[in-house]
């Protein structure tokens, strides 16, 4: 006895498309054994059947002991056979029917077999729409105290390292942490230079607006000055460096992640702290100070050039009033404001490579992540600096 399921030449398909070229027959032969032939050419451009238009004739009466499939009649095939084929899978594997595959192609089989190695996530296509309003504020709380976890540990792993390079006991070559010193020092001078120099200009401005009102144009190297030393130096050095040498940081990690070369070197016995993130911070403590006290010098020959030539301030007398406004301990405070901002950037950039997704798209998302965590850090920090230097009247 046979039983044709729905899909024949001539009838109309499931989607709603002539189905010109493929067949489908369900034949129900001896012992209650199933038998589905497919057969002509299968392809997208005569529509794509599904699976359940058949699963009526599958399932009629009583179930069937096995469910084979024959593709002899198959002229040709794209991923519209394919679809039929894993659907029907999915069928079987619903009912409890064993489905035997032994007479596809075996080119036809192993598509077959690499689509059900992943299982569709049915979840991934639920909208947070769907939970409730504490569910999404609880999860996001989650997840965030998680990853300020995960961020912990990492930092008490860096202090480690550091401990171990102090004792002289740490893994790197010194040749990665020369680089890297080149890359955070020389390398950014001209960056910095620009920087520097157009925020004294700036501040210089702002100033001459409004002590000219006062006739105390030549205050303006003492906002400059101040200015520059306590905080835009170290501030705009940091900023600058949370984007170029923070997100490098981070996409040297990544892609170092991406391709296993971080496990490898677990697997060798060498700690990737000690290996990767040791150089990188100790480049950023030594230099940033280096490069802020640089910052520091532009930034006031930038206000210098704007008093001398827009508030007719000679150079000599804006020099004197540059040093008479300026103290050790403002100066040594953006200093160290510095050297912190250098471990924050460091941090945010190893910590950002170091949890990388193993795909390309993920190395450009530790970058930008590494550059914003880099930035929030330096602000809230200058704030807290701030508050402590107040108190401490500095």
Known sequence: ?????????????????????????????????????????????????????????????????????????????????????????????????????????????????????????????????????????????????????????????????????????????????IEVIQSCSASALGIVSLISYLVGVILAYMGAVQLQQFGAAIYVADLVGIGMVREMGAMMTGIIMAGRTGAAFAAQLGSMKVTQEIDALSTMGISPMEFLVVPRMIALILMMPLLCLYSDFVGILGGATVGVSVLGVSLTAYWHQSLHAITLSALFGGLVKSAVYGVLIALAGCYQGFECGKSSSAVGEAATAAVVNAIVMIVVACGMFAVLFNILNI
């Open 1 to 177: 006895m046979s039983e044709t399921g729905n899909l024949q030449p001539g009838a109309p398909a499931v989607n709603g498309a002539a189905n010109i070229g493929h067949q489908v027959d369900v034949v129900r032969g001896e012992g209650g054994k199933v038998v589905v032939r497919v057969s002509g050419a299968w392809h997208l451009r005569h529509g794509m059947p599904l699976a359940a238009s058949i699963e009526p004739a599958l399932t009629a009466g009583a179930p069937p002991p096995q469910i084979a499939v024959d593709a002899t009649g198959v002229t040709g095939w794209d991923s519209s056979l394919v679809s039929f084929l894993v659907g029907l899978t999915e069928i079987c594997h619903a009912r409890q029917i064993p489905l035997n595959r032994d007479g596809l192609p075996p080119g036809l089989s192993r598509l077959i077999e690499l689509a059900e190695t992943v299982p569709e996530n049915k979840e991934a296509g639920l909208s947070d729409r769907r939970q409730p309003f504490v569910a999404r504020v609880g999860s996001a709380l989650i997840a965030y105290f998680h990853s300020t976890g995960k961020f912990v540990e990492f930092v008490g792993m860096v202090t480690l390292a550091l401990m171990t390079f102090v004792r002289g006991r740490a893994r790197y070559r010194r040749s990665d942490l």
